[in-house]
């Protein structure tokens, strides 16, 4: 563990400070679409922006790592990343917006990707599930500390986005500095969507239902709670608590998915988050009306931690079921498949769920998140009536991040070790997931 963060620190660090602006980004943006009057439809188009980017870059940047190099990658698109969130302070508009938010996602994947592949060619069979750790460590909890930057300045003002912008580019210095070379790139063995359908139907579709509803989570939160009159500091705690619990329920839903059917778990899982969301909406009561008349938002508070401390391990959980029907050697590449239908699923969130919202009212946020969860759900039940679990997998729970890319998803200890593969082909090679995926 020590040489781990030893040999690691400054990607470790540098990634923290992503991932702080990132999560300051998130409901800053939310909290003044609402502050600017932007309808919500608009907001959620806004938003989906993210996502859009986020699933171009995933289909591009390997092989523009390739031509460029990793360290100036990161540099390149940190610095975009810097730029970008200050151009949302001069064009206050939902279209420029939207597109500044598709460079967003691209700039934030192809960062992942470096530190994800960078990591990998760290670790080592031995320490793999270490390393996963600290980052998932690093990832969550620099994320939600993020979203209490919200209380640092009112979100009309400038000074939000000059902060987050300072922290993006705060981020390239211990990169820059450090002396360890670039990465590798090991072999991904390919695997084609229809494989992975094949190999787990349920696996396939539930990751696109959640994609849908985990995009809408992170980025709606707070517009809904700004339109239920939450103060700043509220909206801060709120989407906070939402992070940390997620991060905190992964360990024992997850012992729980390798000690009983995974598929049942995520079944329960499911329908609990969908049963916690309705509590919530119940909960709200009148937090809508001014401070003094609002009812107290304790309950809230409490169904809103339920909520996410049953939904966020469902990735890993996914991941881990899809596992559960095909070789180890092909568990990357499955989840690398699973990455892009989730990608898929995540564009259109925001904006579906920004649809409900304009139909229902405020309380179409949640009426969508348990659309999606009952979806799951149901599907679960369906499938467990006409496939039977495995007895004795090969897979194990390994929490996972929603924004894990194939590089990172290698770091799963219980993946087979990967040969290095020749010189002349590093890059070449790495592309070919892509190329299976759009088969």
């Known amino acids: 563990m020590n040489k781990v963060l030893k040999n690691s620190w400054a990607l470790f660090l540098g990634m923290g400070a992503i991932m702080l602006a990132y999560g300051f980004q998130g409901s800053l943006l939310g909290v003044r679409a609402v502050k600017e009057e932007f309808s919500i439809t608009a907001t959620g188009f806004m938003m989906s922006g993210y996502f859009v980017g986020y699933f171009l870059g995933a289909i591009t940047i390997p092989r523009l790592i390739s031509q460029v190099g990793h360290i100036r990658i990161y540099a390149a698109f940190a610095s975009i990343a810097s730029l970008v969130i200050l151009l949302h302070a001069i064009f206050v508009n939902p279209l420029i917006w939207f597109l500044l938010r598709v460079l967003t996602g691209i700039s934030m994947v192809s960062i992942y990707t470096v530190a994800e592949s960078w990591l990998n060619d760290r670790a080592s069979n031995k320490n793999r599930g270490s390393v996963l750790s600290i980052y998932m460590v690093i990832l ?50 390919s695997m084609s969507i229809q494989e992975v359908y094949i190999s787990s139907p349920f696996g396939m579709v539930s990751s696109l239902f959640y994609g ?31 992070a940390i619990s997620g991060a905190i329920s992964q360990w024992p839903i997850g012992k729980l998915s390798d000690m009983y ?8 899982v499911s329908f609990a988050a969908a049963f916690f ?18 009812t107290s938002k304790f309950w809230f508070y409490v169904f809103l931690i339920l909520f996410s ?16 029907f095909i070789p180890k050697e092909k568990f990357v590449a499955a989840g690398a498949s699973l990455q892009f239908i989730f990608g898929l699923g995540a564009m259109g969130g925001p904006f579906l769920c920004s649809i409900f919202m304009d139909l229902t009212g405020l309380n179409g946020f949640f009426i969508f998140l348990i659309f999606f969860h009952l979806l799951i759900g149901i599907y679960g039940v369906y499938r467990s009536k006409i496939r039977p679990a495995v007895d004795n997998p090969d897979s194990q729970f ?38 299976a995926l759009l088969k």
């Open 140 to 189: 969550y909890g620099a994320m939600g500390c993020g979203m209490l930057l919200l209380n640092f300045s009112d979100p009309i003002n400038f000074e939000p986005f000059i902060l987050i912008s300072i922290i993006t580019s705060g981020a390239l210095v211990p990169i820059l500095l450090t002396k360890r070379k670039p990465p590798t790139f090991k072999k991904i063995e």
């Open 212 to 242: 849908a509803a985990q995009s809408a989570l992170f980025t709606l939160l707070a517009v809904y709670a700004a339109g239920m009159n939450f103060t700043i500091f509220q909206i801060s705690l709120v989407t906070f608590m939402l």
């Open 261 to 268: 059917d995974r598929r049942k778990v995520i079944i329960i």
């Open 277 to 294: 969301a309705l509590c919530a909406i119940f909960a709200s009561g009148q937090m809508y009306l001014p401070e003094g008349l609002a």
């Open 309 to 324: 401390f049953c939904s966020l391990p469902m990735f890993s959980l996914i991941l881990a079921h899809t596992n559960d």
């Open 398 to 435: 390994i929490a996972m991040p929603q924004s894990i890319t194939p590089a990172g998803i290698e770091l799963n200890p219980t993946t087979e070790p990967i040969d290095e593969p020749e010189k002349n082909q590093v890059f070449k090679i790495q592309f070919e997931w892509i190329e």
